[in-house]
């Protein structure tokens, strides 16, 4: 695998100086995770298909 996208998003945050983390799970289930300006346990990380998840049960869940 190349990882064409993957490099282009890290390379554009280097040239940008963009402050952020990065987790990278290996594996059969891949997965990529940028962690931004939140380098504490204060706030909990998702990645975007999980925080979509989650607000889609809170909207289920609540009328918003």
């Known amino acids: 695998m190349h990882y064409k996208g993957i490099k282009s998003i890290l390379r554009s945050n280097i040239k940008n100086k963009v402050d952020a983390l990065w987790t990278w799970k290996k594996g059969l289930d891949e997965e ?3 962690i931004y300006k939140n380098y504490n346990n ?5 990645t975007a298909q999980q925080l979509l998840e989650i607000l889609n049960k809170e909207k289920n869940d609540n009328t918003i």
């Open 32 to 34: 990529f995770t940028m």
């Open 42 to 46: 204060s706030l909990p990380s998702y």
